[in-house]
């Protein structure tokens, strides 16, 4: 009898610990003092990884990593995604293929809303972009010949900007407004006194235009970047007033989204204003030191 009571005594204490730790392990909390910490790894989602695809060209890709390296600790992954036209970015954020761009100006996006009745938004201006007429031939403006021909950049706005350039060169008249639209063409030319031909290319290609023609309008980041000549030997220079910001395009519903508030938070400090400076040298100039960066050109 002794030996049975023994024996169940046993078997109680056994099954008693078996159903301690079945509860325990389906609990799976630990007491740390006055806490209790829940260490079931199941109710731990780890925070998913947003992907952002940013579109730019070739010249603006720095401000991409820029983006890239602002948004590194969070939980927001930047995909540069390059494209070979200027119109290209703003095409494939507007068809949803991309979820943002650093490429064009304000002015060109107000322009390209217009044309292809889109819904872009500039999310913060980052930078201005300027531009210069160059020339490999030609040390100044009097020196360009009769008929000289002048290459620039293509699109509404740049076709703009550079006729406005022209005409502050002394080279060309313009109509007192636009005949059409809210900016200026090759038709609103009324007087041309060297018979000047303006024609506009890809902007990616303009600097390769250089030696065949007379002279070129590019933007200063385009010249840098060609590495034919510096920036600075321009022989004429844009009127700031014309000059629009330049900053994260986004499709309107994502103007105020958390990922951009975040990139514009961390891209909007002194560290990073520096790395602008770095990586662009002067051939942009972020918007807050425009006025007094222009002032000196």
């Not at 390296?69 to 290209?88: P, Q, R, S």
């Not at 200026?184 to 006194?193: A, C, P, Q, V, W």
Request: aromatic share 8%; glycine share 6%.
């Amino acid at each position: 009898m002794k030996i049975k009571r023994l024996l169940t005594i046993v078997l109680i204490l056994i099954l008693a610990f078996t159903m301690v730790a079945c509860q325990n392990g389906d609990n799976a909390v630990e007491e740390t003092g006055n806490n209790v910490v829940d260490t079931d790894d199941s109710s731990k989602a780890e925070e998913e990884v947003i992907d952002l695809k940013i579109g730019c060209v070739a010249a603006t890709r720095p401000s991409v990593e820029l983006m890239k390296e602002a948004l590194e600790d969070t939980k927001y992954n930047v995909e540069i995604m390059v494209f070979d036209g200027n119109n290209l970015p703003a095409e494939a954020l507007n068809a949803g293929e991309i979820d943002g761009l650093f490429c064009n100006s304000r002015q060109w996006m107000e322009a390209f809303n217009k044309e292809n009745d889109a819904n872009l938004s500039m999310a913060f201006p980052y930078y201005c972009s300027y531009s210069g007429l160059y020339s490999s031939k030609v040390d100044s403006v009097s020196e360009l010949p009769e008929g000289a021909e002048i290459v620039c950049s293509n699109g509404l706005t740049n076709i703009d900007q550079a006729l406005k350039l022209l005409k502050k060169a002394g080279l060309i008249e313009l109509n007192d407004s636009p005949r059409e639209g809210d900016h200026y063409s090759i038709l609103d030319i009324t007087e041309n006194k060297k018979n000047i031909k303006v024609t506009p290319v890809e902007l990616v290609t303009t600097m390769n235009s250089i030696h065949d023609v007379d002279a070129v309008v590019a933007s200063a980041v385009i010249v840098r970047d060609s590495g034919i000549m510096s920036p600075n030997d321009y022989i004429a220079l844009c009127d700031p007033e014309g000059i629009t910001p330049h900053g994260l395009i986004v499709n309107k519903e994502d103007e105020s989204s958390e990922w951009a508030k975040l990139a514009e938070e961390i891209m909007n400090t002194e560290e990073y204003y520096e790395k602008f400076n770095e990586r662009y040298d002067g051939t942009f100039i972020l918007e807050v030191e425009f006025e007094e960066r222009f002032s000196e050109k």
